[in-house]
């Protein structure tokens, strides 16, 4: 267990305050880990890192853009009530990404989004990658007081 949380803080900018104070979320990050280092066919830990799409709309059409394969599917903005509903059944979860296909600052809730993922979680990274083209010195200032771990 000491070289999966050694291999935690490895990867984030975290306190080991932060991780303590969350034994259960810890205790499941280290048995997540033990079970894909032996190979196992069947999981039992809960999930800790989670995937949300919370737009599918992109501003720009880039020729190497996976948008090309998938075809999308009306443009839409995940909900922050639906958010936090889907967040709360995964209460284990170490990283969260905002990504799917689409450019996430299209989200017009996203700083809210970010702040509901970070409550009662401060060991819990938020990221995502953007074409930047929305991006305003008081966006991005928002973006780090809500406590998005990095862009
Ligand atoms: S999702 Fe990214 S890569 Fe795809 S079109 Fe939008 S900006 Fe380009």
């Not at 995937?51 to 709309?57: G, P, R």
């Not at 996976?66 to 075809?71: E, G, L, S």
């Not at 990404?97 to 401060?122: H, M, Q, T, V, Y």
Request: proline residues 6%; hydrophobic residues 35%; aromatic residues 10%.
């Amino acid at each position: 267990m000491a070289g999966r949380v050694n291999s935690y803080f490895r990867r984030g900018d975290y306190t080991l305050l932060h991780l303590l104070a969350h034994p259960r979320v810890l205790a499941n990050y280290a048995l997540y880990h033990r079970q894909l280092r032996q190979k196992r066919t069947r999981i039992t830990a809960h999930p800790t890192d989670l995937d949300f799409e919370i737009t599918n709309a992109c501003n720009q059409d880039c020729v190497q853009c996976y948008r090309h394969v998938v075809k999308p599917y009306n443009p839409s903005v995940l909900s922050p009530e639906n958010f936090e509903r889907i967040l709360r059944k995964f209460p284990h979860i170490t990283n969260l990404s905002l990504n799917g296909f689409g450019e996430p600052l299209l989200n017009r809730d996203i700083i809210r989004l970010i702040r509901l993922a970070k409550r009662g979680r401060p060991y819990l990274r938020v990221f995502f990658h953007t074409n930047g083209e929305f991006l305003t010195p008081e966006l991005s200032r928002e973006l780090v007081e809500s406590g998005l771990t990095r862009i």
